[in-house]
């Protein structure tokens, strides 16, 4: 079975622009998680999502949304680039919102 | 949430059994806990999950004592490429998928 992807691996944009990631969850996993890694803060939770509804959110500023579409796949998007959003974004699927968690590999933006 | 506290770091020889604790001195009655691997630049990979006593896989066995205040990673004779980052996380067993990770274990494997 395919793990989960994510595209691009690689981005790279300036100050103020707005920026969409996607996540393509392992087949049958209804579930999806987004997080942010970044040195100084470590890895954070950002949002949940289970049948196209968001179950959790964490403690990020309303520029940083998502959503989950009926074939269980899921964007985020982050408007209003700044500095600080360079970071190693991670989704991670699961059967449901209680089953183990597993990652993909990441996607890498940074923001000049 | 359950705070979960390990070492900050590690160091081993290949060969050897490398052995990571982990304290979660709240955790609750419904929780699991559950052990990521990280490479550099990399998603956490699963590693191993556990309620109590000891669980085992063909990667690592987990050693939870009776108050389940604690836990043990356990990796049998490490090699060179099992040089990652490893946390350590309490699962809230009724709160979906909300992962609170720590700073993990950064451990080195040395030849």
């Known amino acids: 079975k395919a793990g989960v992807t994510q595209t691009p691996r690689y981005l790279i944009k300036t100050r103020g622009q707005q920026v969409t990631l996607s996540c393509s969850p392992i087949s049958g996993h209804r579930s999806v998680s987004w997080y942010q890694q970044t040195p100084g803060q470590g890895l954070q939770f950002l949002f949940e999502?289970?049948?196209?509804?968001?179950?959790n959110k964490g403690n990020f500023p309303g520029r940083f949304s998502g959503r989950q579409f009926s074939n269980s796949r899921s964007e985020m998007n982050v408007s209003t680039l700044e500095l600080g959003d360079s970071a190693l974004y991670l989704c991670?699927?699961?059967?449901?919102?209680?089953?183990?968690?597993?990652f993909g590999p990441g996607t890498r933006l940074l923001v000049l | 949430l359950a705070k979960t506290t390990q070492p900050i770091s590690m160091d081993s020889y290949e060969g050897q059994e490398v052995n990571i604790t982990c304290s979660h001195n709240?955790?609750?009655?419904?929780?699991?806990i559950t052990w990521y691997q990280q490479f550099p630049s990399q998603g956490p990979r699963f590693i191993i999950q556990g309620y109590k006593t000891k669980v085992t896989n063909e990667v690592a066995s987990l050693f939870i004592p009776a108050d389940r205040k604690s836990s043990t990673l356990s990796l049998p004779r490490v090699s060179l490429s099992d040089t990652a980052v490893y946390y350590c996380l309490v699962v809230l067993g009724d709160a979906g998928n909300m992962l609170t990770f720590g700073g993990g274990t950064r451990l080195m494997v040395k030849p």
């Open positions: 709240n955790i609750a009655t419904n929780d699991y």
């Open positions: 999502y289970f049948s196209e509804t968001q179950r």
């Open positions: 991670a699927s699961s059967l449901s919102p209680q089953e183990t968690q597993y």
